[in-house]
């Protein structure tokens, strides 16, 4: 039996006894006006038990309680109690979120089935969505129901727009095939340009397309059309090359990502609110114009000879960041000079680096502007070295200190000369330094190696360089150890 507990506006408290996927036990809830209201039902769902002296409290509650409890359940629980009454199926329709969860259908063809039955449902409901959500491995093949979705979504106002059409979280683990992407249609495009397709966007508030293919004029056009607008994502789409939005107003927009779209190369917006962006692709060119409030950033350049251009270019906006996460073959990286961090507090770096490579240099350029940095993320991604380079140690100079560190994290540590010459480094440096985490598996290096072959990447040493570590941990400072499962 399943037992949930609702915390609902207006409503004391609300019970519901879920016996199965399809059979509730008992509903139970106290309300201001009638005090507390007990259902219960048998296996067919239909015995009701008198409360107060009513044979029927339960379908003589007031119009606006049915809304408020239909608000507060999930999609599935909200078409399971839609067996309770007839009032109630005519009602469940007005559930605000619709979240379709790829879990609760394993196949295809069922999770098409089932977004469209309930969408079926829905006919003739005008009621603004706050969200709507589809989350599940689907292509072009599936493109006439997927445009029916967004057509939905779209006729009933959403506010919140989500299609990840792809595994959740497994976007690099093999090369995507752009080809089948699901793109987004033209005639779609064309209608919300018009008056009644301006008006059903106007409520959008968040728009996240994964692996859909999407042009960069439907994007700017969300972005103009939009004026409620806060988040927009696009995650591989091979047809997005640019995003330029000029005019006499700024966007209203917060939170921007731009990942793993292969053709990208600009974005020029006026910004001003921008609180986070996050990049992942290739050597763009990128203007926002002044962002006072932007404090968290992620920049992941592809090319092998990256040097951190898009860095370079968000320079200015240094001194208001508070966490910034870089992608980066670290040591080909070369950070401003004055790198003014005066307020970040948390440092995320994925290193690609050669085996024994030098991190210290680059690492400490970057750490020394930021003053109250207090934790520090590592993750290494070693790659082959070359034999016929031999291995420059890493020149640093000057009795700096990283006064606030209290923590630092090593994924994917492989005892190498590098990381072990960084690791000493911040135990000196690090004044407060509370905490090491030492964890010899990378978790972003499992979206693009598989698990054995990374083990087999270990240096031979590796167990070797750890206790050497362990030894040379200062006095009062956390050492904690996390080796592979099965090791």
């Known amino acids: 039996m399943l037992f949930v507990y609702y915390t609902v506006p207006n409503l004391d408290h609300l019970y519901i006894d879920f016996l199965g996927p399809c059979k509730i036990e008992r509903i139970a809830m106290s309300t201001p006006e009638f005090g507390k209201l007990e259902v219960d039902h048998d296996k067919n769902m239909r015995e009701k038990h008198s409360v107060n002296g009513s044979e029927d409290l ?164 969300f972005l103009s059309c939009c004026p409620s607008l806060e988040q927009l994502v696009v995650d591989s789409s091979n047809l997005l090359v640019s995003i330029k939005v000029v005019g006499p107003s700024p966007l209203w927009l917060k939170h921007l990502d731009i990942l793993r779209c292969p053709n990208f190369i600009s974005v020029e917006l006026c910004v001003p609110n921008l609180v986070h962006f996050g990049y992942e692709g290739r050597e763009m060119k990128m203007r926002f114009g002044n962002t006072p409030f932007l404090s968290h950033v992620f920049i992941s350049e592809w090319a092998r000879q990256s040097r951190g251009s898009a860095l370079f270019q968000l320079s200015g906006c240094f001194s208001h960041l508070e966490t910034l996460e870089l992608h980066f073959l670290l040591t080909n990286m070369v950070f401003p000079r004055k790198a003014e961090l005066t307020n970040l507090k948390q440092l995320k770096v994925w290193s690609f680096h050669e085996r024994d490579a030098s991190l210290l240099g680059t690492l400490d350029s970057l750490m020394k502007g930021a003053p109250l940095l207090e934790k520090l993320t590592l993750q290494f991604a070693t790659l082959p070295r070359d034999p016929r380079q031999k291995r420059k140690p890493a020149i640093v100079g000057g009795t700096h200190h990283y006064p606030s560190l209290k923590m630092v994290e090593m994924y994917g540590f492989t005892g190498g000369e590098g990381e072990l010459e960084l690791a000493l480094f911040l135990f000196e440096k690090a004044i407060k ?37 362990r030894e040379k941990v200062p006095p009062g400072v956390e050492f904690i150890e996390i080796m592979p499962p099965g090791e």
């Open 58 to 221: 339960f379908d003589q509650l007031p119009d606006h309680i049915f809304p408020l409890i239909i608000s507060s359940l999930t999609l599935k629980e909200a078409a399971i109690t839609s067996a309770i009454s007839k009032r109630w199926w005519s009602l469940w329709p007005q559930i605000p979120a619709m979240n379709f969860e790829r879990s609760l259908h394993g196949d295809k063809s069922g999770y098409k089935k089932w977004v469209n039955q309930v969408l079926n449902s829905q006919r003739g409901s005008t009621f603004t969505i706050d969200q709507f959500s589809i989350d599940f491995e689907l292509d072009s093949s599936s493109a006439d129901d997927i445009d029916r979705w967004l057509g939905f979504a779209f006729a009933r106002r959403v506010r919140k727009l989500e299609f990840f059409l792809n595994e959740t979280g497994t976007v690099g683990t093999r090369p995507l095939d752009y080809s089948k992407f699901y793109t987004f249609p033209e005639d779609l495009c064309q209608h919300l340009k018009t008056p009644a397709g301006l008006l059903s966007i106007k409520c959008l508030t968040s728009l996240s397309l994964r692996c859909v293919n999407v042009t960069g004029e439907i994007i700017c056009h």
């Open 433 to 469: 330094l509370e905490k090491i985490v030492v964890d010899l598996y990378s978790p972003r290096c499992t979206l693009r190696l598989k698990r054995n072959m990374e083990v087999r990447f270990l240096m031979p040493n590796t167990r070797e360089r750890i206790w050497e570590l």
